[in-house]
């Protein structure tokens, strides 16, 4: 599944970041890699974007960028 399919209050944990070399950068810069965990808080009045809880920072993602991060549910102890 995609972190965009994410309910919001769920957690899940990255597996594959499938995005182009200037959204990676972006994604590594605000701490988001494989292993990391992702919990889906708000979502704007039009659903785009969705704001996350990454590495204890509040993060807005687009839905776009949010479809190619793929991510396994469960918390992080459950899935290590």
């Given at each position: 599944?995609?972190?965009?399919?994410?309910?919001?209050?769920?957690?899940?944990?990255?597996?594959?970041?499938?995005?182009?070399?200037?959204?990676?950068?972006?994604?590594?810069?605000?701490?988001?890699?494989?292993?990391?965990?992702v919990t889906s808080l708000?979502?704007?009045?039009?659903?785009?974007?969705?704001?996350?809880?990454?590495?204890?920072?509040?993060?807005?993602?687009?839905?776009?960028?949010a479809k190619k991060i793929?991510?396994?549910?469960?918390?992080?102890?459950d899935v290590l």
């Amino acid at each position: 599944m995609t972190l965009n399919e994410l309910s919001i209050g769920e957690s899940a944990i990255v597996s594959k970041i499938d995005v182009d070399e200037n959204m990676t950068r972006r994604l590594l810069d605000i701490g988001l890699t494989e292993e990391t965990k992702v919990t889906s808080l708000y979502q704007s009045y039009m659903k785009d974007p969705t704001a996350y809880m990454i590495r204890g920072a509040v993060i807005a993602l687009r839905n776009k960028d949010a479809k190619k991060i793929h991510v396994i549910r469960g918390h992080h102890e459950d899935v290590l």
